[in-house]
């Protein structure tokens, strides 16, 4: 196995379980490595420091799989981690036939994402590495879970990141359009042509939180609705009326449909750039009682993160004006470059520039079948500040 040294002080950080190694912290190798080739890491001395796979060309050269000597990565360790991570599973109370079986880091098989929607699981792989390990893991997962079907995802941006296959295809069996339950709701999941995996598990908890926040004859509105899993909570506990906006025709299509799946009317779906929408509204004088501003990722690095911090204030500033004195304002980001403390610090900018005080009354994080592990801090990503207007 090939074997790769790092610079002097980033065994600190790889003794205390963080699984990356970047290119400009390797000093060297013991030959040539070839894009998912198993690499052993050692510190400056030589001394063992994990287990891994490595892709020379990408940032993130180095994920690590095992931190232990004795535990070298193989078919068996990759069985056992998916099995624990199902156990883990099952200790959950998720109310729901859907959930996230492998959350890459998360359940220590970074490159590796696979949700459950029932009988059909999606699979996604984010590195190189991870996708040679493909042969392994899609015989575990139907040993395992038993499922009519297999469906591979793929994140564009990743595949260009790690120089991915793009194509997204049926691994096994068959993968139909498939509805979901969670708690007392139906969602159809268009796997095939949906984002990410079809539908955004990580906010079964915030959907939940949001319910409580809507008194009967609210009116509300749902940012970003996606397929409308905000929306029909919000509709589901007694608001009179929803508005949900989205600039995809697919999306707001989809949410038409759930709507219609459980008997739901009082939602308008409109089509629309949000940020354009906010202005229109607000020229209206027209005012909501629960606002819900949940973007997509504005932030993919680092050095977008100025940009993105500009969006969500205008977005926050809007969402503030719209609400109505009592009501409730609920904003999240998807994005670990995005962290809790640039959330409260742009709702602070934002509240100043509304004239509005804002008493925070909640947070949230992504769902627990998406774990996020103290020692990877991004593994946790998803976050959501919930705030009443004054």
């Not at 990408?58 to 070298?72: K, V």
């Not at 015989?139 to 994140?155: A, C, M």
């Not at 038409?256 to 409109?270: D, F, H, P, T, Y």
């Not at 959330?343 to 520039?353: C, E, F, K, N, P």
Request: proline share 5%; glycine share 8%.
């Amino acid at each position: 196995m090939i074997q790769v040294r790092v610079k002097p002080g980033v065994e600190d950080k790889i003794r205390g379980f963080f699984p990356w190694v970047y290119r400009p912290e390797i000093i060297g190798y013991s030959k040539k490595p070839e894009k998912g080739d198993f690499v052993v890491v050692r510190d400056f001395s030589g001394k063992f420091l994990g287990y891994g796979y490595i892709n020379p060309q990408a940032n993130i050269s180095i994920r690590i799989l095992s931190f232990r000597r004795e535990e070298p990565i193989s078919k068996d360790l990759v069985r056992r981690r998916i099995e624990e991570a199902f156990e883990y599973r099952k200790r959950l109370y998720l109310d729901s036939n859907a959930y996230r079986l492998i959350h890459s880091e998360g359940d220590l098989l970074p490159g590796l994402v696979v949700d459950v929607y029932g009988p059909y699981v999606v699979v996604e792989f984010t590195t190189f590495g991870m996708s040679k390990l493909k042969d392994w893991i899609i015989p575990i997962l139907i040993d395992l879970l038993k499922p009519k079907g297999i469906y591979q995802k793929v994140s564009e941006y990743v595949a260009s990141v790690e120089e991915l296959e793009k194509e997204e295809k049926l691994l096994y069996g068959e993968v139909p359009e498939e509805f979901i339950w969670e708690h007392d709701l139906k969602f159809y999941v268009n796997i095939l042509g949906g984002q990410k995996t079809g539908f955004f598990l990580d906010q079964r908890g915030a959907r939940k939180l949001i319910r409580s926040l809507v008194k009967p004859g609210d009116e509300c509105l749902d940012l970003f609705c996606h397929s409308g899993g905000f929306a029909l909570s919000m509709k589901k506990a007694g608001a009179s009326y929803v508005m949900a906006v989205d600039i995809s025709s697919q999306a707001l299509n989809l949410g038409k449909k759930n709507a219609q799946l459980n008997g739901l009317s009082g939602i308008e779906w409109v089509e629309a750039n949000v940020f354009d929408i906010l202005k229109a509204l607000i020229a209206k004088g027209k005012s909501f009682d629960v606002v819900v501003i949940d973007p997509p990722s504005f932030a993919k690095n680092r050095a977008t993160v100025p940009n993105a911090l500009s969006g969500y204030k205008e977005l926050m500033l809007r969402g503030i004006q719209l609400t109505k004195p009592g009501g409730y304002l609920a904003v999240y980001s998807c994005s670990f470059h995005i962290t809790r403390e640039h959330l409260l610090q742009t709702l602070v900018s934002a509240g100043r520039d509304a004239k509005r005080q804002l008493r925070v009354i909640g947070e949230s994080f992504q769902d627990l079948d998406h774990p996020w592990i103290l020692q990877i801090p991004n593994t946790l990503y998803l976050k959501g500040i919930y705030v009443e207007v004054l």
